[in-house]
């Protein structure tokens, strides 16, 4: 089973800030869309960001103004800068990319935002 590697989640007191990154499998290819997902204990997964191949972003209301999403094709990464976090905002982050067929996951890293 192929997997992304994640990296870049912790503890961080309320207003902090977190980087999360992502890093493709080299045998991967032809990725379209990457992006990001959490999952919060007893919530359903959610959407947090997408970045299309050009570049074009989409977010969930709740990280808007706090969140960037960002890919570099090259190095077949996406990052996940997240400002003025929030207690809300503690979960487990997956990044995820899509190719034309499949989409595939990463392993999940822990993000906890205290108050």
């Known amino acids: 089973q192929v997997r992304l590697v994640e990296s870049g989640g912790g503890l961080v007191q309320s207003g902090g800030s977190l980087r999360l990154s992502c890093a493709v499998p080299e045998n991967i290819f032809g990725i379209n869309t990457m992006g990001w997902y959490r999952q919060a204990p007893g919530k359903q997964r959610e959407s947090v960001a997408t970045?299309?191949?050009?570049?074009?972003?989409d977010y969930a209301d709740s990280v808007k103004g706090r969140f960037t999403i960002a890919r570099d094709n090259a190095k077949k990464t996406v990052d996940l800068q997240m400002n003025t976090l929030k207690p809300e905002d503690t979960a487990v982050y997956y990044c995820y990319v899509r190719d034309s067929r499949f989409i595939y996951w990463g392993q999940g890293t822990q993000v906890t935002v205290s108050s």
């Open positions: 970045i299309t191949t050009l570049g074009l972003t």
